[in-house]
Structure formats: C-alpha cells, structure tokens
C-alpha cells in the first residue's frame, strides 16, 4: 500500500510560480515511480511528469519542459513539482500517484486527493 498527499496549490497570476509537494507513505516506495496529472475543467487527465523513486530518472509531457521540474527527497518521503512561468492553461487538479511511470494513467494503482492550481491571466 501507498499513501499520498498533495498540498501547495493555490491562485497565482500568469508568470508566477508554485510548488506542489507531495507526500508519500509505504513500505515500498522504491518500487515505484512518482507521477504528476493534471485535470483541467472538463477535460480528461492528462501526464505532467514522473520521477522513478529509486533511480531518480524523470520524465515530463513536452509542454511543460523547460518550465516543471520534478524532484524528490527520500529523506522527506516527499516528490516536488516545481512549476515556474506558469500559464492559465497550467490551471488544473492535480493529482500525485505511485505506479509504473508510464504517461497512462492506467499504470498508476495509488493517488492522492488531488490540489487545485489557478492561474489567472
């Protein structure tokens, strides 16, 4: 079993930055990889980015290169998005979850509750 909570959303205006966290309990979390979605209004959820925990490889969805940069502290348990020269299309829930590290989200047994991220233009 995997255990994850999100915090560190908020409404920041276009340009700004936020950094989402992500809190993450089990017994084996280096079997795992760490994934960001994101679930904008009224469309599907889509991939943002993975990190594997034990290798410490990333991944990130080609729109957000350059901008999110995904990060982990094994000593926190904890995987960070760090998100900067955000844009209004950014807005969204989004929702860590524990799984193979593919962009599907079908890969992924274990998410949190989701934290909201509001940018306004």
């Known amino acids: 079993q995997v255990q994850l909570v999100e915090s560190g959303g908020g409404s920041v205006q276009a340009g700004g930055s936020l950094r989402l966290s992500c809190a993450a309990s089990?017994?084996?979390?280096?079997?795992?990889?760490i994934a960001w979605f994101r679930r904008a209004p009224g469309k599907e959820r889509e991939f943002v980015a993975a990190i594997n925990w034990s290798s410490g490889s990333t991944g990130y969805t080609d729109s957000v290169k350059g901008r999110f940069t995904i990060a982990r502290d094994n000593a926190k348990s904890t995987v960070y998005l760090q998100m900067n020269n955000l844009a209004p299309e950014h807005s969204g829930v989004y929702y860590c979850?524990?799984?193979?590290?593919?962009?599907?989200?079908?890969?992924?047994?274990?998410w949190g509750q989701g934290t909201q991220v509001t940018v306004s233009s």
């Open positions: 089990g017994r084996t979390l280096r079997s795992y990889a």
């Open positions: 979850a524990a799984g193979s590290g593919v962009s599907n989200s079908n890969g992924y047994a274990y």
